[in-house]
């Protein structure tokens, strides 16, 4: 079997985690909905969805929410309440590092939204350090949608077994064994970082 050349991370629940809940209780001390019925709005929503397809702007979402919850804030008051969401894991970013350090060519492969992205950017250093980026709202499809793996390979210029993916998701990953690629269905660090060493992008111990 061949062995892989470059790694494709996801993002949430891999690089970083994220509570929506947070978002949920901030946005609802400055509106008329309790936080469980917004959380219900944002999270996993087709208005989340939307948004995350590049289908909507961010200023189009603030809109949409406001309408359904009538939350009194302005859009960077909400940027901030919803971006604000995401804590590191130290594990994944130092793997990450490593394999940087090893000078393995590193992605991201993310279903996100501008105000996520920038947020990120902004508080989180090691983000910066990817070759490249493929965001589901700049490409107009989410994965597990083929359209988006599509663009993975050529970003990376790589296919099939030349690729390492990343990723917590069941969906997500088994797009990605469909197409050949070695695939990491992200749960626990030690395991995730036991298998980049049997994939040899690292030296192992
Ligand atoms: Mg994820």
Do not use: C
């Amino acid at each position: 079997m061949k062995l892989p050349e470059v790694a494709v991370f996801d993002l949430g629940k891999v690089l970083v985690d994220f509570d929506y809940s947070i978002a949920a209780r901030r946005i609802a001390a400055r509106s008329t909905m309790p936080p469980t019925d917004i959380q219900k709005f944002i999270d996993h929503s087709p208005i989340l969805v939307r948004y995350e397809t590049g289908l909507m702007s961010r200023e189009e979402f603030y809109s949409e929410i406001r309408a359904i919850t009538g939350f009194l804030g302005d859009i960077e008051e909400f940027g901030s309440f919803f971006a604000d969401i995401f804590s590191p894991m130290d594990e994944m970013i130092r793997l990450h590092a490593q394999l940087r350090e090893h000078r393995v060519p590193t992605f991201i492969f993310s279903n996100t939204n501008d105000l996520a992205i920038s947020h990120i950017r902004r508080n989180f250093p090691f983000f910066a350090n990817f070759d490249d980026y493929v965001l589901s709202y700049e490409h107009g499809a989410m994965k597990p949608h083929a359209k988006l793996y599509e663009v993975v390979e050529r970003v990376t210029a790589k296919r099939g077994a030349q690729i390492l993916y990343l990723d917590d998701r069941p969906e997500n990953a088994e797009a990605g064994v469909s197409r050949g690629w070695h695939v990491i269905q992200h749960h626990d660090p030690a395991a995730s970082i036991r298998r980049v060493k049997e994939l040899e992008l690292l030296p192992k111990d």
